[in-house]
């Protein structure tokens, strides 16, 4: 059993929009390396891969495109994740209030969870698509004829090769990626709030410090679960049109012919380095912005 205090969903909302901002200027590095990563090429016989893990993903992007090219697709992102976030803690913020008989109740963690998986639903109408851009733009190279000048022509193009069905691919892949991992994530950081609270304290009281630990595990607890159809997603959003006429389930069995179950964790390695610092960044700024706006407008 957990404290949950119930909040205002207009306090919620904005103070996930925070989070999400900070959680994208944390993690958006990692984030370029990962799609990577997952989404280069298969060497052909005798030869090197393109990149032999997250290190050198890193510098071959830094040499090739400078720091500048680990923030490629930023802006489609930050665009998005200030209404993702604020539904997605809105999300769960009403999964939590459904279960509760009353104000007073204190949920199991089995009931944390399945209000995280409601934060995952709600978020995929927004998260689809901006995923889809960010990830086209990610992929691509400097140095060769770009495809995209950017988020607004990739959208562009998108709609005119197939409206929205063409922005929305990979929705089946978001969802079966974001919903037990969102179920994951909430209930990780609630159950790390609990346990770090001292006893005799409220969970008002924990340090940044505190905060940012909890936040951090949630997000590498988040992407242990999260990983494997995250693959799939960044596979089938960035393929040509027509690759995978059945989606996802194309996806996965073509890679399971072609590469194997490791393939399902390319990317591990950059995903677990950017969870800790971009998710702790998440929940901290989540927290200081709920705090500010209960001294602001305490009666709301």
């Not at 389930?249 to 969870?275: N, Q, S």
């Amino acid at each position: 059993m957990t404290e949950t205090k119930p909040v205002n969903p207009i306090k919620t909302f904005f103070a996930g929009g925070v989070g999400g901002v900070c959680l994208v200027a944390a993690g958006q590095p990692f984030d370029t390396i990962k799609v990577r990563l997952q989404t280069m090429p298969l060497p052909a016989a005798g030869q090197s891969p393109l990149y032999t893990g997250t290190i050198d993903c890193a510098m071959q992007t830094i040499r090739k495109e400078s720091v500048f090219g680990l923030y490629k697709g930023m802006a489609a992102p930050i665009v998005g994740v200030t209404p993702m976030y604020a539904v997605c803690f809105l999300g769960f913020g009403v999964g939590k209030r459904l279960q509760m008989k009353s104000p007073d109740d204190q949920l199991t963690y089995v009931q944390l969870f399945a209000a995280g998986m409601m934060a995952g639903v709600f978020t995929t109408a927004i998260m689809a698509p901006g995923e889809r851009i960010k990830c086209l733009l990610q992929i691509q190279q400097s140095g060769k004829v770009k495809k995209y000048a950017g988020p607004i022509d990739c959208t562009k193009q998108l709609w005119r090769e197939g409206g929205i069905r063409s922005l929305y691919r990979g929705t089946a892949a978001t969802l079966l990626r974001d919903i037990p991992a969102s179920g994951m994530y909430f209930m990780t950081y609630e159950w790390l709030q609990h346990e770090l609270t001292p006893a005799g304290h409220s969970r008002s009281e924990l340090s940044p410090l505190r905060t940012l630990f909890a936040g951090g595990m949630a997000g590498v607890f988040n992407w242990c679960v999260a990983i494997a159809p995250d693959v799939l997603k960044s596979r089938l959003q960035t393929a040509p049109h027509g690759m995978y006429p059945r989606g996802i389930r194309d996806v996965f069995v073509h890679l399971m012919k072609t590469e194997g179950p490791r393939a399902l964790f390319k990317g591990l390695g950059a995903v677990m380095i950017r969870a800790f610092p971009a998710n702790a960044a998440c929940f901290l700024g989540y927290e200081m912005a709920l705090k500010f706006f209960n001294w602001m407008l305490p009666d709301l």
